[in-house]
């Protein structure tokens, strides 16, 4: 099971980054798909998850800067993400859970947004 995002980096306040995922080698059907964070001293917390048949959900704090979307063919999740703020700076998982409960996790990607 590989579980691989892409897409971090560095940006300033006000930017824009876009996060990608892929998971493969997962037999069962994928349910949900999506994002969470953890900020250095915090705990890992969601950002915004899509379901395989459309419905989203996000973090308050990332309504409206923040759009998940997903192509269950290919089991891909992408996160757009702009008006980025330097609280916005955490480690980024993705996150697939199939419909058995399985929970399949990334290895992390890191989103550092400078004042």
């Known amino acids: 099971v590989h579980v691989v995002e892409s897409g971090g980096g560095s940006v300033q306040a006000g930017g824009s980054l876009t996060l990608s995922c892929a998971a493969s080698g997962i037999s069962e059907e994928i349910n949900a798909m999506g994002w969470y964070r953890r900020a250095p001293g915090k705990e890992r917390e969601l950002v915004a998850t899509v379901t395989r048949g459309g419905s989203t959900n996000y973090a308050d704090s990332v309504k409206g800067r923040f759009t998940i979307s997903r192509d269950n063919a290919e089991n891909t999740v992408v996160l757009q993400m702009s008006s980025l703020k330097p609280e916005d700076t955490a480690v980024y998982y993705c996150?697939?859970?199939?419909?058995?409960?399985?929970?399949?996790w990334g290895q992390g990607t890191q989103v550092t947004v400078s004042s």
């Open positions: 996150h697939a859970k199939n419909i058995f409960g399985g929970k399949y």
